[in-house]
């Protein structure tokens, strides 16, 4: 091959931008030749903007058949390929406990027909070299122009004439369930699903997603089920887009679609979720993650045909749509918090969303939610300068004129005015009406758009890190507990007002049973504990209603005990042998149950949830309990298990006294603490270990008297 000198290349290219611009100087080459050179002066003063331009694209050829089939076909004959896709318009379908058969069933569209296996059907889109690929929505395919016959034959196959094999619905059913496995420990994979389930709840449309254990709810006949009612071509539209006239188009969806019959489906209407009333936070536990991603959202009523769309979404991009938004410029640029942040504003026939996601440091997790609410206040309080609106303008235009080099852009925007109602120029005037946003309708947008103070803010990270730093921007103080699939932990919130009782019904199930626990008549426990070296022996017997005895001994001598009977009370210390009366004997009585929290539901309790307390790097649920006689003391619940933890009292001297159960075995199906350690009674803790549990023993009458 000939090479040339590079001013040979250079020079014909550069005085064609000269005779473009029309002003140059003079360049010197290599070989003396002299070509004009651009006066630069024209970048000395930015361009004045002028009338922002009506785009000007070809209008979509539109087209409709029989079974309700509706097309829309975009000629483009500079490659010689195609594009099309089938969208399916149904609505928000409620998956129940079967979430996830949506995309299942999209997934196995693509898996065989009844005339062919998946691997012919796959070698078929192979010499082709063409794509194919199948969803819950419909399917899209590109390919050379040439195999037009051929696509669109292979995707009606797939589309009414899907195999549903069990031997693939296995394959697929493994795969997806080893994929949801992986996801346990992705950030990002979670917080698509606490996002989903946070803001519209399981039993929403719009809240549910694919679990394994909605996974093992779903059977090959609930795929076939769930096709032959939904798939109806009366709600699908069919884009065409490429080489390929319209004329063409039209016979060949005809001839391969034409057919469909319509089921006569019905899309159902989601119901709006609940608005928020104040913010609420939740954390999903990460135990080793060294940073947080933190997500702030809520719903938001915002329709794809809102007047409000255009300034709404352009004060979504000052906020944090684009790289030099605000919430960029401030957590990445000034503070150093995170790589990246950024919020969306997705509108939505009936229920949209706003959120903001970014992933910041653990110890930083506090103080970057604190400048996301700034910012969102910011915008709210403050009306954005004309400099900085014009700015974001120029960007975002300049975007959208990019976008339309893609003419499968122009195919989507045909379908967004069919779908939605569009008046027919909307995005022919896209550029102008971004242009006519004013920076008081920004402010009114954030007013009415952003809502810091009514927010779910959403952590993944590390719960024993984080959370009491989360604490402050919870409205009730309390944080809401999800696992990785966005299943509620067990929580209770302190807004509902049977916080205390549900607490203490979970207790009793827990430890065995409302029903179980409620056959116990009697009881004899044997315990032993080391005061200052010396050992000590314990015997406890409870026959109920209102009879006990506590025993202790140091080797064979009785150092105290201490009877109540139906007639009264007493202890003796030493020998010396005390009655007991008003507050200390109806104290006793309290205490002369087997478990005291079956005691707690019955009339006269008062019980007052306090929230949680952290005990020892333990979440605990914090229960008041005042008896019918006045005695007050504090219980404390592991949220985890809602297994007892430690009680508090506050003795005659004024002095607080606890008693924390560090062991539960179980005895006939009960569990019991079997190691406890009272603190406050001395100077130093006790250590009791009970030895022997005996339940519903026969006790004689002679020892409570």
């Given at each position: 091959?000939?090479?040339?000198?590079?001013?040979?290349?250079?020079?014909?290219?550069?005085?064609?931008?000269?005779?473009?611009?029309?002003?140059?100087?003079?360049?010197?080459?290599?070989?003396?030749?002299?070509?004009?050179?651009?006066?630069?002066?024209?970048?000395?003063?930015?361009?004045?903007?002028?009338?922002?331009?009506?785009?000007?694209?070809?209008?979509?050829?539109?087209?409709?058949?029989?079974?309700?089939?509706?097309?829309?076909?975009?000629?483009?004959?500079?490659?010689?390929?195609?594009?099309?896709?089938?969208?399916?318009?149904?609505?928000?379908?409620?998956?129940?406990?079967?979430?996830?058969?949506?995309?299942?069933?999209?997934?196995?569209?693509?898996?065989?027909?009844?005339?062919?296996?998946?691997?012919?059907?796959?070698?078929?889109?192979?010499?082709?070299?063409?794509?194919?690929?199948?969803?819950?929505?419909?399917?899209?395919?590109?390919?050379?122009?040439?195999?037009?016959?051929?696509?669109?034959?292979?995707?009606?196959?797939?589309?009414?004439?899907?195999?549903?094999?069990?031997?693939?619905?296995?394959?697929?059913?493994?795969?997806?369930?080893?994929?949801?496995?992986?996801?346990?420990?992705?950030?990002?994979?979670?917080?698509?699903?606490?996002?989903?389930?946070?803001?519209?709840?399981?039993?929403?449309?719009?809240?549910?997603?694919?679990?394994?254990?909605?996974?093992?709810?779903?059977?090959?006949?609930?795929?076939?089920?769930?096709?032959?009612?939904?798939?109806?071509?009366?709600?699908?539209?069919?884009?065409?887009?490429?080489?390929?006239?319209?004329?063409?188009?039209?016979?060949?969806?005809?001839?391969?679609?034409?057919?469909?019959?319509?089921?006569?489906?019905?899309?159902?209407?989601?119901?709006?979720?609940?608005?928020?009333?104040?913010?609420?936070?939740s954390i999903a536990d990460r135990p080793s993650a060294v940073q947080s991603l933190i997500m702030i959202s809520y719903p938001v009523d915002l329709k794809p045909n809102d007047p409000d769309l255009i300034k709404a979404k352009l004060m979504n991009d000052i906020l944090g749509g684009y790289f030099?938004?605000?919430?960029?410029?401030?957590?990445?640029?000034?503070?150093?918090?995170?790589?990246?942040?950024?919020?969306?504003?997705?509108?939505?026939?009936?229920?949209?969303?706003?959120?903001?996601?970014?992933?910041?440091?653990?110890?930083?997790?506090?103080?970057?939610?604190?400048?996301?609410?700034?910012?969102?206040?910011?915008?709210?309080?403050?009306?954005?300068?004309?400099?900085?609106?014009?700015?974001?303008?120029?960007?975002?235009?300049?975007?959208?004129?990019?976008?339309?080099?893609?003419?499968?852009?122009?195919?989507?925007?045909?379908?967004?005015?069919?779908?939605?109602?569009?008046?027919?120029?909307?995005?022919?005037?896209?550029?102008?009406?971004?242009?006519?946003?004013?920076?008081?309708?920004?402010?009114?947008?954030?007013?009415?758009?952003?809502?810091?103070?009514?927010?779910?803010?959403?952590?993944?990270?590390?719960?024993?890190?984080?959370?009491?730093?989360?604490?402050?921007?919870?409205?009730?103080?309390?944080?809401?507990?999800?696992?990785?699939?966005?299943?509620?932990?067990?929580?209770?919130?302190?807004?509902?007002?049977?916080?205390?009782?549900?607490?203490?019904?979970?207790?009793?199930?827990?430890?065995?049973?409302?029903?179980?626990?409620?056959?116990?008549?009697?009881?004899?426990?044997?315990?032993?504990?080391?005061?200052?070296?010396?050992?000590?022996?314990?015997?406890?017997?409870?026959?109920?209603?209102?009879?006990?005895?506590?025993?202790?001994?140091?080797?064979?001598?009785?150092?105290?005990?201490?009877?109540?009977?139906?007639?009264?009370?007493?202890?003796?210390?030493?020998?010396?042998?005390?009655?007991?009366?008003?507050?200390?004997?109806?104290?006793?009585?309290?205490?002369?149950?087997?478990?005291?929290?079956?005691?707690?539901?019955?009339?006269?309790?008062?019980?007052?949830?306090?929230?949680?307390?952290?005990?020892?790097?333990?979440?605990?649920?914090?229960?008041?309990?005042?008896?019918?006689?006045?005695?007050?003391?504090?219980?404390?619940?592991?949220?985890?298990?809602?297994?007892?933890?430690?009680?508090?009292?506050?003795?005659?001297?004024?002095?607080?006294?606890?008693?924390?159960?560090?062991?539960?075995?179980?005895?006939?199906?009960?569990?019991?603490?079997?190691?406890?350690?009272?603190?406050?009674?001395?100077?130093?803790?006790?250590?009791?270990?009970?030895?022997?549990?005996?339940?519903?023993?026969?006790?004689?009458?002679?020892?409570?008297?």
């Amino acid at each position: 091959m000939k090479r040339y000198p590079i001013s040979y290349l250079i020079t014909p290219l550069y005085i064609s931008l000269c005779l473009i611009f029309s002003n140059c100087k003079t360049l010197t080459t290599d070989n003396n030749v002299k070509a004009p050179v651009l006066n630069e002066n024209f970048r000395k003063n930015q361009p004045e903007a002028g009338i922002a331009p009506i785009i000007a694209f070809g209008h979509p050829f539109e087209f409709k058949l029989a079974n309700g089939i509706q097309g829309i076909v975009v000629e483009n004959h500079h490659l010689p390929q195609i594009n099309f896709q089938l969208y399916l318009d149904l609505g928000k379908i409620d998956q129940k406990d079967k979430a996830g058969i949506t995309d299942l069933t999209g997934e196995m569209l693509s898996r065989g027909t009844t005339t062919m296996k998946k691997a012919e059907f796959d070698d078929a889109i192979d010499f082709m070299g063409a794509y194919f690929s199948t969803s819950s929505r419909g399917f899209t395919a590109s390919g050379l122009s040439r195999y037009a016959d051929e696509l669109f034959s292979l995707a009606s196959q797939a589309i009414k004439s899907p195999d549903f094999s069990a031997s693939e619905f296995e394959i697929v059913k493994k795969q997806t369930f080893s994929g949801l496995e992986a996801q346990k420990e992705n950030a990002d994979s979670i917080g698509r699903n606490l996002i989903k389930t946070i803001n519209f709840g399981p039993d929403h449309p719009q809240g549910q997603f694919i679990t394994q254990s909605s996974l093992n709810n779903i059977t090959i006949e609930d795929i076939r089920n769930f096709y032959n009612g939904v798939f109806d071509p009366a709600h699908a539209y069919l884009i065409i887009v490429g080489d390929l006239p319209a004329g063409k188009a039209v016979e060949l969806a005809q001839q391969y679609f034409g057919d469909w019959k319509s089921k006569s489906y019905s899309k159902d209407s989601a119901l709006s979720p609940t608005p928020i009333s104040k913010t609420d936070v939740s954390i999903a536990d990460r135990p080793s993650a060294v940073q947080s991603l933190i997500m702030i959202s809520y719903p938001v009523d915002l329709k794809p045909n809102d007047p409000d769309l255009i300034k709404a979404k352009l004060m979504n991009d000052i906020l944090g749509g684009y790289f030099s938004s605000r919430l960029n410029e401030n957590l990445r640029e000034k503070q150093g918090y995170t790589y990246g942040i950024r919020s969306n504003l997705v509108s939505d026939p009936e229920n949209g969303l706003f959120s903001i996601m970014t992933n910041v440091r653990n110890e930083v997790t506090d103080s970057a939610i604190t400048q996301i609410l700034i910012e969102m206040k910011r915008l709210r309080e403050e009306k954005i300068s004309n400099e900085e609106l014009q700015n974001v303008k120029n960007v975002i235009s300049g975007e959208f004129a990019r976008s339309l080099e893609e003419p499968k852009v122009t195919a989507r925007f045909a379908l967004d005015i069919l779908r939605y109602n569009l008046p027919v120029d909307y995005f022919k005037n896209y550029l102008r009406s971004i242009q006519k946003v004013t920076a008081t309708d920004i402010q009114k947008m954030a007013v009415k758009y952003l809502q810091p103070e009514h927010s779910h803010i959403i952590v993944i990270g590390n719960q024993k890190e984080v959370e009491e730093k989360l604490k402050p921007f919870s409205s009730s103080g309390y944080i809401n507990h999800y696992d990785f699939q966005g299943t509620p932990l067990n929580r209770i919130s302190p807004e509902n007002p049977n916080a205390a009782v549900e607490i203490i019904h979970k207790y009793l199930k827990k430890i065995g049973g409302v029903e179980e626990i409620s056959k116990l008549k009697s009881l004899s426990r044997e315990y032993n504990m080391n005061i200052d070296g010396v050992e000590f022996n314990g015997f406890n017997d409870i026959l109920l209603p209102y009879q006990m005895r506590t025993l202790i001994k140091m080797g064979e001598t009785e150092m105290q005990s201490t009877v109540l009977n139906q007639t009264g009370g007493y202890t003796t210390t030493n020998g010396e042998k005390k009655e007991l009366a008003g507050i200390a004997l109806s104290t006793l009585r309290e205490s002369a149950v087997i478990i005291e929290e079956l005691s707690y539901l019955q009339t006269g309790f008062k019980l007052t949830y306090k929230g949680i307390d952290t005990v020892n790097n333990k979440s605990l649920y914090k229960v008041e309990v005042v008896s019918p006689a006045g005695n007050q003391k504090i219980e404390y619940y592991d949220i985890d298990n809602f297994l007892k933890f430690k009680t508090v009292t506050v003795n005659e001297a004024g002095g607080e006294e606890s008693i924390i159960y560090k062991e539960y075995k179980d005895f006939a199906g009960i569990l019991f603490p079997v190691v406890t350690e009272l603190i406050g009674q001395l100077d130093k803790p006790i250590l009791i270990h009970y030895s022997v549990i005996r339940l519903n023993p026969t006790l004689k009458q002679e020892i409570f008297k």
